[in-house]
């Protein structure tokens, strides 16, 4: 059974540097793509930053380009999000996902199969 264990959330202020990590078991990591996604309340999943597994090629959101970075551990098999100069809008629920492929960028939440928790992040100005 697939599951993905998220943490690293919290409260920050602007400016601060969070990061989320994404513990997977269950699962082993080939051609397939690891995302990040945000979702706030009454509004629909968005992708933040994606990665293909086995290749390394990343995409990243416009609003996150230069802040952020996503990262992957095969032998962890733990996925991470380091996000730096945190601002007050990027406050949401983000979680991790995996795509059984190498899928297009942007990143679809259709896209991706099995999918985290959800950890909160917080940033207060």
């Known amino acids: 059974q697939v599951q993905l264990v998220e943490s690293g959330g919290g409260s920050v202020q602007a400016g601060g540097s969070l990061r989320l990590s994404c513990a997977a078991s269950?699962?082993?990591?080939?051609?397939?793509?690891m995302g990040w996604f945000r979702q706030a309340p009454e509004k629909a999943r968005e992708g933040v930053a994606a990665i293909r597994t086995g290749g390394g090629n990343t995409y990243y959101a416009d609003f996150v380009k230069g802040r952020f970075t996503i990262s992957h551990d095969n032998v962890k098999n733990t996925a991470y999000l380091k996000m730096n100069s945190l601002k007050p809008e990027d406050t949401d629920m983000y979680y991790c996902a995996v795509a059984t492929a190498w899928r297009a960028y942007p990143p679809m939440a259709s896209d991706y199969r099995y999918w985290g928790q959800g950890t909160q992040v917080t940033v207060s100005s």
């Open positions: 269950g699962y082993n990591y080939g051609r397939s793509t």
